[in-house]
């Protein structure tokens, strides 16, 4: 992103994902700069606190971007994911190795000093995600803001959310449920040009997978560094890149792994095995023969549709003065 802020495709990017976030939030009571008056450093405050936490631990932006997908696709983007207690969704599965409630604590705490009772946890999370992308060289956008915070977390509701081993044909129709299309699904998948996975999740793949032996779809000269890093019957937990050489920048080289066969989770794989998704990500890539697809500014409009998926405004909702707990 170095020199972003003077190329003029970058103002261009910016002018189109404002009249973009109009568009969609017009009808859902979000709106750019809802703070603005009743509390006008909502957003540096949110963005100063993932700053520190990032400068500390890199880890948390991914953290916090897999925290925000997976709360919206469980009822709607309300921040109930962050709520304690027993069979919430924070306890389920597919939610416990995420990271960075830490961070959501730390800015709901220094807003409540400063606007008590004005900022939703849903929105410190969204913006939150948009901030660990930006800070991990990522694309800057407008935030639509104005959610409120729900009251229902559920841990059987998470069987919604896509999974590791989920076929494209699957993931396609949990996205559309949610009015988001093919590229949509592609672009936020491919958020995991940031991050890391446990061996427990994709190990499976490097053993005895089909006639004894690895995962066909894995290139063969990549099985032997998986297979070192993750032994079979070794230590589980121990996590590793999703992009495979650029885990700590948000760019295109997880759409160039995919291609390469050095996919890490399978159903991120199948985004190039399935020719339906193949083609965004050979747009993304911008391969001849492709129409291009800028990819930080297909991601961000992405991210702004999917973050108004249920959301709560106005009485439907309430501001909840500790992120962790029920008013």
Known sequence: MKGAHTNPRFFLAMTVMLAMAAALVQAQGTRVGFYARTCPRAESIVRSTVQSHFRS????????LRMHFHDCFVQGCDASILIDGPNTEKTAPPNRLLRGYEVIDDAKT?????????VSCADILTLAARDSVFLTRGINWAVPTGRRDGRVSLASDTTILPGFRESIDSQKQKFAAFGLNTQ???ALVGGHTIGTSACQLFSY????????GPDPTINSAFVPQLQALCPQNGDGSRRIDLDTGSGNRFDTSFFANLRNGRGILESD???WT????????????GERGSRPLNFNVEFARSMVKMSNIGVKTGTNGEIRRICSAIN
């Open 269 to 271: 794989q199948k985004l």
């Open 57 to 64: 631990n890199p880890n948390i932006a991914p953290g916090l």
């Open 184 to 186: 949509d699904l592609v």
């Open 205 to 212: 793949r490097l053993y005895n997978f089909t006639n004894g």
């Open 110 to 118: 220094q807003l409540e000093a400063t606007c008590p009772g004005v």
């Open 274 to 285: 399935d020719p339906s998704t193949r083609t965004f990500v050979q747009r993304f890539l």
